[in-house]
Nanobody, 131 residues
Framework: EVQLVESGGGLVQAGGSLRLSCAASGFTFHDYALGWFRQAPGKEREGVSCITSSDGSTYYADSVKGRFTISSDNAKNTVYLQMNSLKPEDTAVYYC????????????????????????WGQGTLVTVSS
């Protein structure tokens, strides 16, 4: 079965850090682009970051640029999101997603296309940042 499983969410104070992990099974990252999305209560889902594992190209939303870092370990079929200098507005359920179309993932993270129709989604992990 093709699936993604996120982990690493939790409670953290503003200014703290968390590292989210997204473990893939049933496919290899080399053939897919991976993205992180988040949805805060009562707000629209937004793209956070994405990576094309084949060449390591990355993209970050302006809201997280300079604070978050996406990376991948192709040998482990795992993508990470290192989140530093967390703010209360970062509170959200964070989802990872994968799609063989790198352009699809990038466009979805950038907000230029819908994202829920991406091929594979994780279950989400909750990040709560207290002020």
């Amino acid at each position: 079965e093709v699936q993604l499983v996120e982990s690493g969410g939790g409670l953290v104070q503003a200014g703290g850090s968390l590292r989210l992990s997204c473990a893939a099974s049933g496919f290899t990252f080399h053939d897919y682009a991976l993205g992180w999305f988040r949805q805060a209560p009562g707000k629209e889902r937004e793209g956070v970051s994405c990576i094309t594992s084949s060449d390591g190209s990355t993209y970050y939303a302006d809201s997280v640029k300079g604070r978050f870092t996406i990376s991948s370990d192709n040998a482990k079929n795992t993508v990470y999101l290192q989140m530093n200098s967390l703010k209360p507005e970062d509170t959200a359920v964070y989802y990872c997603a994968a799609d063989p179309g790198w352009d699809v993932i990038w466009a979805a993270v950038a907000g230029n296309r819908p994202s829920w129709d991406l091929e594979v989604w994780g279950q989400g992990t909750l990040v709560t940042v207290s002020s």
